[in-house]
């Protein structure tokens, strides 16, 4: 399986200790260098960088050999190079939570989950309990409707 992955649910799944999920769930994960750049700058977390510096061989940085198209300059780098990267290696699944970006993926037919679909996979495999999980998350800053996370615990 070729899954490729945004800053965002990288970025959280290491704050939540839940990291370890995605080798368990997609075997290898593959990161835009735009990504692997935005996780390891200055201004980031620094449990988010330091997990970065010591980077396990289940992940691979990449970069996207196509240029982007018009329609993904209204992305940040990230987005766009995942997209890019998903696009260019037929991915099976794009890991990404911004709307916008989730939109434009769809629309060029990628498969996208976002940080909430990866946590609900690996609950169903009993890799984690979602509640849990989910209570870490609402500790950052990643933010949930009322309404998506009450459908979310009750599909469990």
């Known amino acids: ?10 970025g959280y799944l290491i704050l939540i200790e839940q990291i370890e999920i995605l080798p368990k769930l997609y075997g290898s994960v593959v990161l835009p260098q735009a ?6 700058r200055p201004s980031a977390p620094v449990k988010i960088r330091s997990w970065m510096d010591h980077a396990p061989n289940w992940l691979e940085v990449r970069t996207p050999v196509q240029s982007p198209a018009a329609d993904l300059a209204e992305l940040d780098a990230g987005e766009r190079d995942a997209i890019l990267l998903a696009k260019q290696m037929k991915a099976d699944r ?3 939570d911004e709307k916008q970006g989730r939109r ?5 037919g990628i498969v996208v989950t976002g940080t909430l679909g990866v946590l609900r996979d690996a609950a169903v495999l009993g890799l984690l309990d979602l509640r849990t999980a989910i209570d870490r998350l609402q500790s950052t800053t990643f933010r949930i409707s009322p309404d998506v996370l009450a459908a979310l615990l009750k599909e469990r």
């Open 1 to 10: 399986m070729i899954v490729v992955a945004d800053t965002s649910p990288v």
């Open 35 to 40: 990504v692997h750049d935005e996780l390891s």
């Open 94 to 96: 794009l890991l990404l």
């Open 104 to 108: 434009e993926a769809t629309r060029l």
